[in-house]
């Protein structure tokens, strides 16, 4: 004896709707992994040719196996070029960046998110309207003010102004974390005896993890590969970032007419390596909280 | 010892017209079981978190033990609060979640360890210890929420519908078990509510409120037989009160459908009047007898232990409990009688209890 009804039975008696594999859906499946190809080898290329370029001797401006494997590049940036100062501030002023952000923006976030106050409308949107200004339109006033206030070839001016430029994009960004974190929970931890501030790192920022790690990530990326600010902050040699001593390296090295292929691959890499160490040290965190950052959009 | 006051106490959401607590005025007994009972938006969440330090209030008082809380932080003020949520840390274990409040009182390893296990087997959640609340079902972080309450032994348990998340059979369970466990601590308890049957089983007294005012307070029997205004009347009662108009004829009351009862003693009389018969008060007879008032049944509602009969008296419609064994067929001809003592009597345009 059935169970299903003769209505359920009807419906069910209609056999599922399979698409055949057809000539057409085949040439499609075909373009679209041609496309896909295409796109992984335009993306791929660049770095496949920095990183068989920079152990290859006599490295050119195409893609081939190095005609002999060799660290020489590696050696000569850092033996006749002073790259190790550069690498040593960079990672410093990145790092540094990363700090002084996540800290402000965590609280700032937390502020907007959390804290009633009068025109917090205003001061929400006025934050974002910042971001929406050129960078290029505030170099003069940036440079006239740190100069004035004794900032310039200083480590200080560098986070400082990095930290500046990333902080109102980063500001909304964890505002919308914390509005995602429910109010219970803090609560629930001032009832059981924490202050609101010891709350706050306790339990409402664990919980915002990922959306610290996503704040942590670009700010250290734009600090790492920043150029205009660093050109207008920077003229002494011994404060200068990767990517100054990138360009004045290339440039001493041959510059255009005879360009030094293995010594821009060789920098080429130590730019990219501690970019891609940081993407998967907190790739996880980064996807959760990039996920979760576009799902109210 | 904790007893606690709230003494006129106001509250106005500055996002919403009228206020969401007016003049409220309870006092809680040292050991005591209330629910705060009322529909959506009426107040009662709003004055439970006041009493937590989470809403300041507008004006009014709350004490505790006879002191003052209102300018106190909410960590101050020695309460537990179990959320609708739970609110558990979600990057905590289970045992790290039940400690965390002996962690903050700076409590030592040994002393949490053994106050976690001593409330783990309470609430029989040993085996949940080691998990993350993400791996726990709603029955499972509702107990979680409870121990971590109970642990710190607070002066006051607040619970805001902290059973409304679970399924029906789950939630009759945990309304025994949690009565039984209120009754073995002695903490005094506020326990607040929309569903007047977790109302009417749990509570010592039940205090409702509708739209940000204290509608009556006493106790389940008080309030479900001496409902102090219609509102009360009509949102206690499964099915509620049936209301009826009526008026004062020949020192009888008349009700709308022509049904003549004996009138109770009211204390004023009003223009225009209200009779409330809840569904047990009324008898249901097949056979005529001296007194009865002849009704047409509409429906029967079988329930198991008991039917709901639903008969017609002129246009208006009654809800009359009876038997299991009693289910006349629509159309039948029955005969009501009222039993006078349980008839309530409103004024129709202020809604107050006159009997």
């Known amino acids: ?297 | 010892m904790s007893r606690v006051e709230y003494d006129d106490v106001w509250k106005k959401f500055p996002t919403r017209d009228a206020p969401a607590v007016q003049g409220l005025t309870l006092d809680v007994a040292d050991g005591e079981f209330l629910v705060l009972l009322g529909p959506s938006g009426c107040g009662k969440t709003t004055a439970l978190r006041m009493l937590a330090g989470l809403e300041q209030l507008d004006r009014g008082d709350i004490r505790i033990d006879g002191k003052s809380v209102v300018t106190l932080e909410p960590k101050d003020r020695d309460v537990a609060l179990v959320f609708q949520s739970y609110a558990l840390y979600p990057h905590m274990s289970v045992r790290d979640n039940i400690q965390y409040p002996l962690r903050v009182r700076k409590q030592s390893a040994g002393t949490r360890a053994s106050r976690v296990d001593r409330v783990a087997k309470l609430l029989r959640i040993e085996h949940l210890l080691p998990r993350r609340p993400a791996q726990l079902s709603g029955g499972e972080q509702q107990r979680v929420a409870l121990a971590r309450a109970i642990v710190r032994e607070p002066r006051v348990f607040l619970m805001d519908e902290p059973l409304s998340n679970l399924d029906a059979k789950l939630r009759t369970h945990t309304r025994t078990e949690l009565k039984a466990l209120q009754q073995q601590l002695g903490v005094t308890t506020i326990f607040v509510t929309h569903d007047q049957a977790e109302a009417m089983t749990m509570a010592d007294r039940i205090a409702v409120l509708d739209a940000g005012r204290l509608q009556q307070l006493g106790t389940p029997d008080t309030v479900y037989q001496r409902p102090a205004n219609l509102f009360v009347a009509q949102f206690i009662g499964s099915p509620p009160m049936n209301i009826v108009a009526a008026r004062h004829e020949n020192g009888s009351l008349l009700l709308e459908g022509g049904w003549r009862i004996e009138a109770p003693r009211i204390a004023k009389d009003a223009a225009e009047l209200r009779a409330g018969l809840r569904p047990e008060a009324i008898e249901l007879d097949m056979v005529a007898r001296e007194g009865a008032q002849p009704a047409e049944v509409l429906v029967s509602e079988p329930l198991g232990s008991e039917v709901i009969v639903n008969v017609k008296l002129g246009d208006v419609l009654l809800k009359v409990r009876t038997g299991p064994d009693v289910r006349p067929d629509p159309g039948t001809r029955v005969f009501l009688r009222a039993q006078p003592a349980a008839v309530r009597v409103f004024d129709a345009s202020s809604g107050a209890a006159l009997n």
């Open chain 1, 1 to 297: 004896m059935s169970v299903i009804g003769p209505q359920a039975q009807t419906q069910l008696a209609v056999p599922p709707r399979v698409r055949p594999l057809e000539g057409g859906s085949r040439l499609e499946w075909l373009l679209m992994n041609v496309a896909f190809v295409f796109v992984a080898v335009f993306f791929l290329a660049p770095f496949v040719w920095l990183f068989t370029a920079a152990f290859d001797a006599h490295a050119e401006a195409y893609i081939r196996w190095p005609s002999q494997l060799t660290v020489d590049n590696f050696i000569q940036i850092f033996s006749r070029y002073a790259f190790a100062t550069a690498l040593g501030n960079s990672v410093f002023v990145a790092v540094s960046t990363m700090l002084l952000t996540v800290f402000c923006v965590s609280l700032a976030g937390y502020s907007l998110s959390r804290i009633e106050f009068r025109r917090k409308s205003w001061i929400t949107y006025a934050v974002l309207l910042l971001q929406t200004m050129p960078l290029s339109a505030t170099m003069v006033p940036i440079y006239g003010l740190t100069r004035e206030l004794g900032l310039r070839n200083s480590y200080l001016g560098l986070i400082l102004v990095h930290s500046a430029i990333e902080l109102p994009f980063l500001v909304w960004l964890m505002k919308g974390f914390f509005d995602s974190v429910p109010r219970h929970l803090e609560e629930a931890a001032w009832l059981d005896g924490r202050s609101k501030l010891r709350a706050l790192f306790e339990i409402v920022l664990p919980v915002a993890r990922p959306g610290i790690a996503v704040a942590a990530g670009l700010s250290f990326l734009s600090a790492w590969a920043e150029v205009l600010m660093v050109l207008i902050l920077v003229d002494q040699q011994s404060m200068k970032t990767i990517p100054l001593a990138f360009y004045e390296t290339f440039r001493s090295a041959g510059g255009y007419t005879e360009v030094q292929y293995g010594l821009v691959a060789a920098m080429g890499v130590l730019y990219v390596l501690p970019v891609m160490a940081v993407f998967f040290a907190t790739r996880r965190l980064m996807v959760r909280g990039l996920m979760s950052s576009t799902r109210g959009l």
